[in-house]
Nanobody, 119 residues
Framework: QVRLVESGGGLVQAGGSLRLSCVAS????????MAWFRQAPGKERERVAS????????SYADSVKGRFTISRDKAMNTVYLQMNSLKPEDTAVYYC????????????WGQGTQVTVSS
């Protein structure tokens, strides 16, 4: 059982920056990796960025490479998503997720935090 609490969403103008945070609690020792997903209205969920929990191996969606950075504070069981040069198309509900094994899908999810980028 892992619980995730997200924060940092809000309204920002195009070109601005925003930093999302996700704090994990519970059986955090079982976490294999964490990720940020996003879902815009009428569109399917997509993975934005992911990070291995033991080592800082990261991956990004092509749409955010060079603009977004995922990082972690292992001691605080926290993962961050630094979003720079935001675009209106980045507008979505952003979800924090965690997985207990590299062989399974992400099995723990946060409530989501709204990110709105205005032009």
């Amino acid at each position: 059982q892992v619980r995730l609490v997200e924060s940092g969403g809000g309204l920002v103008q195009a070109g601005g920056s925003l930093r999302l945070s996700c704090v994990a609690s519970g059986r955090t020792f079982s976490i294999n990796g964490m990720a940020w997903f996003r879902q815009a209205p009428g569109k399917e969920r997509e993975r934005v960025a992911s990070i291995n929990w033991s080592i800082t191996r990261t991956s990004y969606a092509d749409s955010v490479k060079g603009r977004f950075t995922i990082s972690r504070d292992k001691a605080m069981n926290t993962v961050y998503l630094q979003m720079n040069s935001l675009k209106p198309e980045d507008t979505a509900v952003y979800y924090c997720a965690a997985k207990s094994s590299s062989l399974v899908l992400y099995d723990y999810w946060g409530q989501g935090t709204q990110v709105t980028v205005s032009s």
